[in-house]
């Protein structure tokens, strides 16, 4: 039964209008295992896969027309749908770099450019919230932005990556400014993995496979009561008595899951 509201929570998130997803490994005794997390910040679903390969997202996610952001994993590349990378993970990543090359001029204006745009953007949110006819008023500085870093002459190693990384994702890069209510990182999907790795690799090192789906099911239903602000214990006592149907609606789903 409790995997019945699972299955229905991530159909209602794959029709939603926007997308938080990540993936983290499980190190357990019989091998490494990934949980992918699917959110929209009321909603979380939890699902344990064998490794880390994409493919079962193209057809996940087949008919899901609202944007998803993610972090720069090329498994997500492929999906057809607009996308919104997490500039936080962008921004961390140069930063990283920045400490070994604090010399480096050309990743230092990368990272100006960069973060002069968002911050403007960002003040608009936070004076009108994220509604994109406010948000679109950024869209000049934006092109500017886009404009710029593509015409730099770049001798250094550490700068080229960050500019060819902005040029690859550059669609990506600040799509949120398009939509309502979109975030321009992935925190959602990212306080969500944190549950779960509060146990990784420790308590549950011992599971098996089949043992840690049924630890998702239960994560994913706390996740979800911990966004709705509902205690996770009324909860689960208020579905304990409820009976599973004989057969799921969502058989299809969960045969894609397995």
């Known amino acids: 039964m409790l995997r019945e509201l ?30 992918w997390i699917f959110t929209d910040g009321f909603r979380s679903v939890s699902i344990m896969r064998k490794d880390r390969k994409s493919e079962f997202l ?55 450019v960069i973060s002069s745009t968002l911050k403007g953007i960002i003040n608009i949110a936070e004076c009108y919230g994220y509604n994109k006819d406010h948000l679109s008023t950024g869209k000049k500085e934006v092109e500017i932005t886009i404009n710029e870093i593509k015409n730099m002459k770049i001798k250094s190693e550490a700068a080229e990556k960050y500019r060819n990384r902005f040029i690859r994702y550059q669609s990506c890069f ?22 779960l790795s509060k146990h990784r690799n420790k308590n549950i090192k ?10 998702a099911i239960l994560m994913s239903i706390y996740q979800s009561c911990h966004f709705q602000d509902i205690g996770f214990l009324n909860y689960m006592l208020s579905h304990a008595r409820c009976k599973t149907k004989s057969r799921s609606k969502y058989t299809e789903l969960a045969k894609l899951l397995s």
């Open 58 to 112: 193209l057809e996940l996610l087949k008919g899901f027309r609202g944007v998803l952001v993610t972090d720069f994993f090329s498994g997500y590349d492929s999906i057809n749908c607009k996308k919104q990378k997490c500039l936080i993970h962008f921004m961390r990543d140069i930063n990283n770099d920045l400490l070994k090359n604090p010399f480096d001029d050309e990743l230092i204006k990368i990272c100006n």
């Open 174 to 195: 600040f799509e949120f400014i398009n939509h309502d209510n979109v975030l321009w990182h992935n925190t959602y999907a990212e306080h969500a993995i944190k549950l």
């Open 206 to 215: 011992s599971f098996r496979y089949n043992h840690l789906a049924d630890y």
């Open 6 to 35: 699972v299955l229905k929570d991530l159909k209602e998130l794959t029709r939603g209008k926007v997308l938080y997803v990540d993936e983290t490994p499980f190190k357990l005794a019989s091998g490494t295992y990934y949980c």
